[in-house]
């Protein structure tokens, strides 16, 4: 019995839940094949963020978490010519071509996450990962192209057939990680701050043989920031 006594208090259990809101800056593109010169778009994301943590195994707090934000996502293309250099109209040099795709999903992903240090009052290091769906919800274009209306100059991508296609695929998928740090004081709550990257396994766009782009895919840069308040709280004197 001693052996497994000694194995069953490895982990000091928890009951903690917390829940809270997020916000954040992200930066996204799209992986196209055949390639789409980009730059990152930016865009917002907000939500609310629910934990619950459930054990303290060794040094390390065991949590679930789990998201429901709004999210602003996209692409942003880069028209440039021959050269390499940005293309104007010849009546309009000031004002350089721009495409840009804004997609607003309702994102929810859920995490493992591991903690390192202060639970109740002070600091705490993290790291979590996880599956993260996404769920169309409209999108919208800004561009000053102009149909039949050409460049002066040819320009370096001839891939444009993204520029009037609709997103095709309703539903997308991927893995999210991250990793940031946690600031917790006694009865006003927790403050997040944490950088995260997803990687979508799904496409916006059909891929098959008949399809015209083989791949179409999500990658996403994430800061963000959260505030959680506990509703429950694990009764022990010793959690620091």
């Not at 679930?64 to 390499?84: C, D, F, L």
């Not at 997609?103 to 993290?126: C, D, H, M, S």
């Not at 006694?186 to 083989?214: A, C, M, W």
Request: glycine fraction near 12%.
């Amino acid at each position: 019995m001693l052996p497994f006594r000694a194995i069953a208090q490895v982990g000091e259990y928890r009951t903690d839940f917390a829940v809270g809101v997020n916000g954040g800056y992200m930066l996204s593109r799209v992986s196209f094949t055949p390639d789409v010169p980009q730059s990152m778009l930016g865009g917002m994301t907000a939500g609310l963020t629910f934990r619950y943590t459930c054990e303290k195994y060794f040094k390390s707090i065991c949590a679930i978490v789990a998201e429901v934000n709004i999210a602003q996502t996209g692409w942003k293309e880069k028209i440039e010519g021959m050269e390499n250099q940005p293309l104007y109209y010849a009546d309009d040099p000031n004002n350089p071509l721009r495409y840009e795709r804004k997609i607003t999903y309702l994102q929810i992903p859920v995490f493992a996450r591991l903690g390192w240090g202060r639970e109740r009052k002070g600091l705490q290091g993290f790291f979590q990962v996880g599956p993260q769906i996404g769920i169309f919800l409209s999108e919208s274009t800004t561009t000053n192209l102009i149909a039949g209306y050409e460049p002066t100059e040819q320009r370096a991508s001839n891939i444009v057939a993204q520029e009037t296609m609709p997103i095709e695929k309703k539903f997308e998928y991927g893995i999210a990680g991250g990793a940031g740090i946690e600031f917790s004081m006694p009865k006003v709550g927790h403050f997040l701050l944490e950088g995260r990257y997803y990687y979508g396994l799904g496409n916006i766009y059909g891929n098959t043989k008949s399809d015209y782009f083989g791949k179409s895919n999500f990658g996403q840069i994430v800061i963000k920031a959260t505030y959680l308040f506990d509703i429950v709280k694990t009764k022990n004197d010793k959690i620091k």
